[in-house]
């Protein structure tokens, strides 16, 4: 909309060497006031976000939509922002030395600024959040690694986030990653402190269980010291020998084991012999039917 203007005539009187002459001087005012100039600003505004939107998006769909890592995320916000800034500064009318002029623009400037950061810096917070994921992961990682402690873990974890959240931060801007950073630590110490519960259970199981085998091992030493009272020295030699008689379901098993000698009779089905035929292979003693073991014990 172009803006219509009217002049209204000043008197002016200029005194020069004793003589006084009258001189017309034109006063230039917009008509509509600073409404037109303000309708002239946001278009130029609209114009400028949605060259900016384009930009924008390609961003949202890198972090948001692929989840990928977008590198100098800060450097590109604050590009797009002065681009921004620099095409409405060269494309709006100039306000002049009206002072409501003067401050519509500087409004319509910071109005521009704000609708351009505003989503850049959701994407901030975004890439916050996979920066910590990152961060978790190296964590979880070091702290299971031998020669690692929880603490250097937490430090180089903590150290990555702080380098990468500085990088994608905007210069300038109010834009931090304190809260962040917080929660990232607030995180790997609560993990820490559950590992080492765990640690502690497992330590104070494997003593539970080392104790409860030295008493086991006290009683069967008590054990033997009193069948040492009662029989006397036990034999070091423990044998064992197994006869099964030809042709019958009898077993004879014989044993000799710290100085005492036990016998037994079994009557155990012989599942093999069908395999063997109506004689089997042999009618005597032979390794078919004789077992034999022997233990020494020093």
């Not at 623009?105 to 959701?122: F, V």
């Not at 402690?149 to 834009?175: C, H, I, L, P, V």
């Amino acid at each position: 909309m172009m803006a219509r203007y009217f002049f209204l005539v000043a008197l002016s009187i200029n005194v020069s060497r004793g003589s006084a002459m009258i001189e017309r001087v034109p006063w230039c005012i917009p008509r509509g006031g600073n409404s037109d100039y303000g309708l002239q600003l946001e278009g130029v505004k609209g114009s400028v976000l949605e060259k900016a939107g384009t930009a924008v998006e390609e961003l949202r769909q890198s972090i948001v939509d692929e989840r990928s890592i977008v590198e100098e995320f800060g450097s590109k916000a604050d590009k797009i922002c002065n681009q921004a800034l620099e095409e409405f500064a060269q494309n709006a009318p100039l306000a002049g030395e009206d002072a409501t002029a003067t401050s519509t623009y500087d409004k319509k400037l910071e109005e521009l600024e704000a609708a351009i950061d505003a989503p850049l810096q959701i994407l901030y917070s975004r890439l916050l959040s996979l920066f910590r994921e990152e961060s978790l992961t190296r964590f979880n990682t070091e702290s299971k690694a031998s020669g690692t402690s929880d603490y250097e873990a937490m430090q180089a974890a903590d150290d990555e986030f702080a380098r990468k959240a500085e990088k994608a931060t905007r210069g300038g801007s109010d834009w931090e990653y304190a809260a962040e950073r917080s929660f990232l630590q607030s995180v790997m110490n609560n993990i820490a402190k559950s590992g080492k519960k765990a640690q502690d259970v497992q330590i104070k199981s494997a003593q539970q269980q080392q104790t409860a085998m030295q008493f086991l091992q006290s009683q069967q030493q008590m054990i033997q010291q009193l069948q040492m009272q009662l029989y006397g020295q036990s034999s070091p030699w423990n044998v064992g020998v197994a006869y099964r008689i030809p042709d019958t379901n009898f077993n004879l098993q014989g044993s000799y084991q710290q100085g005492r000698a036990n016998v037994q009779l079994s009557c155990v089905p012989d599942e093999y012999a069908p395999m063997l035929g109506p004689s089997g292979f042999t009618n005597g003693v032979g390794p078919g039917n004789l077992g034999l073991s022997l233990n020494l014990s020093i």
